[in-house]
T-cell receptor
Framework: DGGITQSPKYLFRKEGQNVTLSCEQNLNHDAMYWYRQDPGQGLRLIYYSQIVNDFQKGDIAEGYSVSREKKESFPLTVTSAQKNPTAFYLC?????????FGPGTRLTVT | AQRVTQPEKLLSVFKGAPVELKCNYSYSGSPELFWYVQYSRQRLQLLLRHISRESIKGFTADLNKGETSFHLKKPFAQEEDSAMYYCALTSTSGSRLTFGEGTQLTVNP
């Protein structure tokens, strides 16, 4: 274990509030990713970053924002514009061919 | 557009029986295919990739370009194989993975 940390493990927010999920890695990887995991839908890519100060939208970027100011950090903000934010969020970083995943954050918005 | 399909959401077998988890893909170029596994209370992790052509924990997967499939097989399932399995595809640049919906495998004693 180790290498990628996500905090907190569980997060609760009221509807209409923005919330930021943390992702840190010490693997010295350039590329980092955010996925959303929903039952029966697999992992869907939200945003990814291949290098510091650069990031691209994934398949379901609407209602989310990211930043990549440091190589080690790739925080994800779930905005109030995200229509169905309650989900399990996974962060990953990539070596030459393998993605390494964090333990995930379960976000519940009520 | 690249797409990965895992037709079985749930798969249940008995210990010692053969198991096959199906994966089909669509991609216009030459993809790289992977199987990732998530055991209970553990992180998602790489199980195997088609380029390495190796067997991990008794599992193998052969890329069939004609049928655009990458099925995962094991001749004798064990209880510790119970997990969620995801098939994934990436382009040769490797910049992003596309995952299938996942198959929950249960191996019964």
């Amino acid at each position: 274990d180790g290498g990628i940390t996500q905090s907190p493990k569980y997060l609760f927010r009221k509807e209409g509030q923005n919330v930021t999920l943390s992702c840190e890695q010490n693997l010295n990887h350039d590329a980092m990713y955010w996925y959303r995991q929903d039952p029966g839908q697999g992992l869907r890519l939200i945003y990814y970053s291949q290098i510091v100060n650069d990031f691209q939208k994934g398949d379901i970027a609407e209602g989310y924002s990211v930043s990549r100011e440091k190589k080690e950090s790739f925080p994800l903000t779930v905005t109030s514009a995200q229509k169905n934010p309650t989900a399990f969020y996974l962060c990953a970083s990539r070596s030459s061919y393998e993605q390494y995943f964090g333990p995930g954050t379960r976000l519940t918005v009520t | 557009a690249q797409r990965v399909t895992q037709p079985e959401k749930l798969l249940s077998v008995f210990k010692g029986a053969p198991v096959e988890l199906k994966c089909n893909y669509s991609y216009s170029g030459s993809p790289e295919l992977f199987w990732y596994v998530q055991y209970s209370r553990q992180r998602l992790q790489l199980l195997l990739r088609h380029i390495s052509r190796e067997s991990i924990k008794g599992f193998t997967a052969d890329l069939n370009k004609g049928e655009t499939s990458f099925h995962l097989k094991k001749p004798f399932a064990q209880e510790e194989d119970s997990a969620m399995y995801y098939c994934a595809l990436t382009s040769t640049s490797g910049s992003r993975l596309t995952f299938g919906e996942g198959t929950q495998l249960t191996v019964n004693p």
